[in-house]
């Protein structure tokens, strides 16, 4: 077994990571894996609801991008509650072209309690950016 790190100055684009093994008997195997990474760097926040709001369902749930717009490649919002392990994941949210991204949402009969909203943006190359705040559902 054998670990290697990546540099933290790994420059953005294509990359290849060729490793050859050569055993006790001197046999040898290789292999090589492609992987990208992304320059591409976007801050998400939550627009609607504002923290500390009490939720109703269903709702629109909006979340805004700045930075490499063309990089996100979708956003979905998530509800976690705090104290059990319920988790509710809304469908892709839409957007405008401009940074702004929403979802009408519906979660059927919630569990009451507190719950932290998360925005999850995904971006080329399998990069994310999160925005998180704290609500409550009655």
């Keep these: ?9 790994l420059s953005a684009g294509t990359h290849t990571l060729s490793v050859t093994a050569t055993d006790t008997q001197n046999r040898t195997g290789s292999d090589n894996i492609t992987f990208t990474v992304s320059a591409a760097q976007v801050t998400v926040s939550i627009s609607a609801p504002s923290s500390g709001s009490v939720l109703s369902f269903p709702g629109d749930f ?14 979905s919002f998530s509800l976690q509650h705090k104290t059990s392990s319920t988790v509710y994941t809304s469908g892709n949210a839409t957007h405008d ?11 059927p009969a919630p569990e009451v309690g507190d719950y932290t909203l998360f925005a999850n943006a995904t971006l080329e190359g399998g990069n994310t950016a999160t925005a998180s705040i704290d609500v409550t559902v009655n």
Excluded: E, K, M
Excluded at 62 to 75: E, M, N, Y
Excluded at 98 to 104: K, L, P
């Design 1 to 9: 077994s054998y670990t290697y790190t990546v540099p933290a100055t």
């Design 62 to 75: 909006t979340a805004t991008i700045a930075g490499d717009q063309s990089a996100v490649t979708s956003l």
């Design 97 to 107: 072209g401009a940074g702004t991204w929403t979802v009408n949402w519906n979660v």
